[in-house]
């Protein structure tokens, strides 16, 4: 069976993702325009084992791959204390707008609600304002990490 980011994800009436009831997180990231034109999706499930989808191109040739893969302890626990608290999380957090430019969206299942969150282009340091925005700061972090882990993995392959 071949993995479809839009099995898990749909869009709502206001542009919103909502998240198939089975998946605890979504993460889609894009370098923007880069060299390597990363993109990457990771999809965790109820049981925190996840679906990566990945592309991103090597010396002019894309490269696509469809990975699954546990995920790291730091990640499920931050996802776990996150979805275990009342979500109070902004729509957008940027100070700016750059056409094609990285970005992060993150959608959180909790209760039967998907909280959709993007991060943009941050210019200066962010400070949370609540125990949510501390863990989501903390997870993209650690998806940051995780995130370039998998490239560099793929790239050597």
């Not at 679906?51 to 696509?64: A, W």
């Amino acid at each position: 069976m071949t993995f479809k980011q839009t099995d898990v994800q749909k869009f709502d009436s206001s542009g919103n993702f909502i998240l198939a009831e089975e998946y605890v997180l979504s993460y889609l990231y894009s370098d923007g325009w880069t060299e390597r034109l990363l993109s990457i999706g990771i999809f965790i499930d109820i049981y925190y084992a996840s679906k990566i989808d990945l592309n991103y191109y090597l010396k002019s040739e894309r490269c696509e791959s469809v990975i699954e893969s546990e995920i790291p302890q730091k990640i499920k626990d931050l996802i776990i204390k996150l979805r275990a608290q009342d979500i109070v999380l902004k729509q957008n957090y940027a100070d700016t707008f750059m056409e094609d430019s990285k970005r992060e969206h993150f959608v959180i299942n909790q209760n039967g609600k998907s909280h959709n969150c993007s991060i943009g282009i941050l210019t200066k340091k962010i400070v949370a304002e609540n125990e949510s925005e501390k863990l989501l700061f903390l997870l993209q972090k650690e998806l940051e990490k995780w995130r370039e882990e998998i490239y560099c993995i793929c790239n050597i392959k």
